[in-house]
T-cell receptor, first 108, second 116 residues
Framework: QKEVEQNSGPLSVPEGAIASLNCTYSDRVSQSFFWYRQYSGKSPELIMSIYSNGDKEDGRFTAQLNKASQYVSLLIRDSQPSDSATYLCASQDDKIIFGKGTRLHILP | NAGVTQTPKFRILKIGQSMTLQCTQDMNHNYMYWYRQDPGMGLKLIYYSVGAGITDKGEVPNGYNVSRSTTEDFPLRLELAAPSQTSVYFC???????????????FGPGTRLTVL
């Protein structure tokens, strides 16, 4: 059974600090990894994708991938109250498998 | 462009009833997906389609059926509704099969279904 594991949270981070979200996956052949943001009662939206080991930066977001450790993370710099949401990690081989999500709460 | 639209937004069914959840996209995307999301959980893939006339099972297909007669539409059919099918259902579409920085997966607003 392919799985993506995330801490459900909530993760509370002061405004302006760095939020660090982590995810592990069980399927070693997964090639693609994604972070989605989902506001309460809304549909998910893709915010980052990463395919190779290392870091990928996009604005305030940095995705990190370590295939040897089967570990993916998302860093959010200068956290804003608008970043408060659930963040879903997903891996893909032939199909996309989602984790349960981590609830992030940015404290004003 | 309206993107991905889903109807209805909300529905309450009695056990044993049937219904069809509608999904339409106007972006000429090849790939379409149906997910369900239970409270506090991630998304689970029910069925997906790589193009008109082609569908395949996802992670949790039991109790559901789909069809894809056109590029735009991908309805999800529930036969003999059960309380375990109470969930929020999301339809999504993408041009390619793998979301990327150049091809994202677009989600509809969801259908909240309760089976009593």
């Amino acid at each position: 059974q392919k799985e993506v594991e995330q801490n459900s949270g909530p993760l509370s981070v002061p405004e302006g600090a760095i939020a660090s979200l982590n995810c592990t996956y069980s399927d070693r052949v997964s090639q693609s990894f994604f972070w989605y943001r989902q506001y309460s009662g809304k549909s998910p939206e893709l915010i980052m994708s990463i395919y190779s080991n290392g870091d990928k930066e996009d604005g305030r977001f940095t995705a990190q991938l370590n295939k040897a450790s089967q570990y993916v993370s998302l860093l959010i710099r200068d956290s804003q109250p608008s970043d408060s949401a659930t963040y879903l990690c997903a891996s893909q081989d032939d199909k996309i498998i989602f984790g349960k999500g981590t609830r992030l709460h940015i404290l004003p | 462009n309206a993107g991905v639209t889903q109807t209805p937004k909300f529905r309450i069914l009695k056990i044993g009833q049937s219904m069809t959840l509608q999904c339409t996209q106007d972006m000429n995307h090849n790939y379409m997906y149906w997910y369900r999301q239970d409270p506090g959980m991630g998304l689970k893939l029910i069925y997906y389609s790589v193009g008109a006339g082609i569908t395949d099972k996802g992670e949790v297909p039991n109790g559901y059926n789909v069809s894809r007669s056109t590029t735009e539409d991908f309805p999800l059919r529930l036969e003999l509704a059960a309380p375990s099918q109470t969930s929020v259902y999301f339809c999504a579409s993408s041009y390619l099969g793998s979301p990327s920085s150049t091809d994202t997966q677009y989600f509809g607003p969801g259908t909240r279904l309760t089976v009593l």
